[in-house]
C-alpha cells in the first residue's frame, strides 16, 4: 500500500529531484527528506504544505494518494496547511524555530518605573522558511502582546504581533513596537521634521495622535524596538 512517504520520494523523483535537491528547496537537511520517505519522522502542518507546493502536488494528495493535483473550484482564499496542535512539550520542527515575548518589567530600583525585557517562558513557534520570506533573521524576531484597545479594529486586546528588530527604519505608515521609557507599546509611526515622530492609533476617536519633537523623543526615552511583520489572535 502507498504511504505518506512513498507518495513523497514518487513526487520528487517525478520532479526529477533527488533528496539533497529538494531538501534545498525546503532549507532542511537530507537528513531529513530521508526520515520522511522512510516514515522515521512525518511531516505535519505547514512543512507538509511546503513539501506538497515543492513537489507540484497538494497535500491531500500526500495524505490520501486519490486526490486531485489541482483544486477545479475558484477560491478567493488561500489554504496555508492544516492547523498543528502543539504544546510546549512538543519537538520543534527541523525548520521551527521559538520566537520569545517582550514585555515590561517593574524595575527594583523602584518610582514605578519600568523597562522592557525579553521574557524567560513565554514563546510562539516560527518556520524558518517564514521568516526568510519576510526578510527576518529569527535572531531578530520577537513577540509582543497589544494591551487595550487603541489599535482596534485592526489589533484588538489581547493580540499577538511579531518584530523584527533587526528593522528599525522609520516608514511612514508602517507599525512598530516602542519601547517609551520604559512602556511597551505598538502604534503607526510617522517621520516629523527634524527627527522627531507622530504615533498613530487605528482607534483615533478614543486615542489622538501623539507627536513628539527630536528632543521629546530623547528626554522620554522613545525607541523604536522593531517593525511589526506579523500579527494574530482571537476575534
Known sequence: MSTLGK????????????????????????????????????PRGRRLDEIALALSTTVGFLVTGDAPARPTIDSNAEMLGPIDVWDDSTPLE?????VPFLKEVELSAGCGRTAV?????????????????????????????????????????????AVDTGNTRVLDGDMYAIDHAGQLRVKQLYRLPGGGLRLRSFNRDEHPDEEYTAQQVQDQELVVLGRVFWSGGFH
Open 94 to 98: 527541523d525548520d521551527e524555530v521559538y
Open 117 to 161: 525585557q525579553e521574557s524567560s517562558n513565554r514563546k510562539l513557534r516560527f518556520g524558518r522558511i517564514s521568516l526568510r520570506n519576510k526578510g527576518v533573521d529569527p535572531g531578530s524576531a520577537k513577540c509582543v502582546t497589544v494591551a487595550g484597545n487603541s489599535m482596534e479594529p485592526v489589533l484588538r486586546n489581547g493580540s499577538t504581533v
Open 7 to 42: 507518495r513523497i520520494a514518487r513526487k520528487r523523483e517525478q520532479a526529477g529531484l533527488n533528496q539533497s535537491e529538494l531538501a534545498r528547496r525546503l532549507s532542511v537537511s537530507p537528513q531529513a527528506v530521508q526520515k520522511w520517505e522512510s516514515e522515521v519522522s512525518v
